[in-house]
């Protein structure tokens, strides 16, 4: 009876050697293979219709909805988390508690990209050391244009300064589209290196009052 038992375990081990290693070249079995085999789909492309809906009350049934936009909250890899105060006088007013997730002092290398992004969204109205003297503002066709190296400026929370640039303030408007959050609060904290004459600003304290522009 031992003899019988050892003899079919040795040939049940064999077996599952045998169909598990038969070729190199092929996947060993698989436990679930809609998940392992499933189709691909591009972001875009079109969708089998008889399948595939967009429309919210139509799902259900034969029809899988699919409208190709994320899900509510989701974030984009490497990105911050969304800015969670709103586009009116109360989120403006606590926006001087947001502080700059930030903490870093600018690499080199991020302080020439943060450079350069100032200069191409910033730069053209407050110019280029912030002094509110850029092209357009010189030009005469636009007006009311900050100088952000006078002191109510630089005593401004940086959580208001990025409120500013997430949705406009004043004749400027929202650079939320132009620049992702991380790049807004790399360019609040270029500013401040701007305020300080060119150097390293020290860190600012973001739970100040914040001035109103």
Not at 35 to 59: G, I, N, Q, W
Not at 159 to 187: E, N
Request: charged share 20%; with cysteine.
């Amino acid at each position: 009876m031992k003899k019988l038992v050892l003899i079919t375990s040795l040939l049940l081990t064999a077996v599952v050697v045998i169909t598990s290693c038969d070729s190199k070249r092929q996947p060993g079995k698989i436990y679930v293979p809609d998940m392992t085999y499933s189709r691909a789909y591009e972001t875009y492309a079109p969708r089998d219709s008889t399948k595939f809906t967009a429309d919210v009350l139509a799902k259900g049934g034969n029809k899988i909805f699919y409208n190709n936009v994320p899900p509510v909250g989701t974030i984009k890899r490497g990105e911050l988390f969304a800015y969670p105060l709103p586009n009116d006088s109360n989120g403006y007013n606590m926006s001087a508690s947001v502080k700059n997730p930030l903490t870093d002092s600018l690499s080199k290398a991020d302080l020439a990209e943060t450079s350069r992004l100032y200069n191409i969204n910033c730069g053209i109205c407050h110019g280029e050391k912030a002094a509110g003297n850029g092209p357009l503002s010189t030009s005469g066709k636009i007006g009311g244009v900050a100088n952000l190296t006078l002191p109510n400026y630089v005593s401004m929370a940086d959580g208001t300064m990025f409120h500013s640039i997430q949705y406009g303030k004043g004749v400027m408007g929202s650079y939320a589209s132009q620049l992702s959050r991380k790049q807004r609060w790399m360019i609040v904290k270029y500013i401040r290196t701007l305020q300080n004459g060119g150097g390293e600003a020290p860190a600012a304290d973001s739970t100040a009052t914040a001035k109103k522009i």
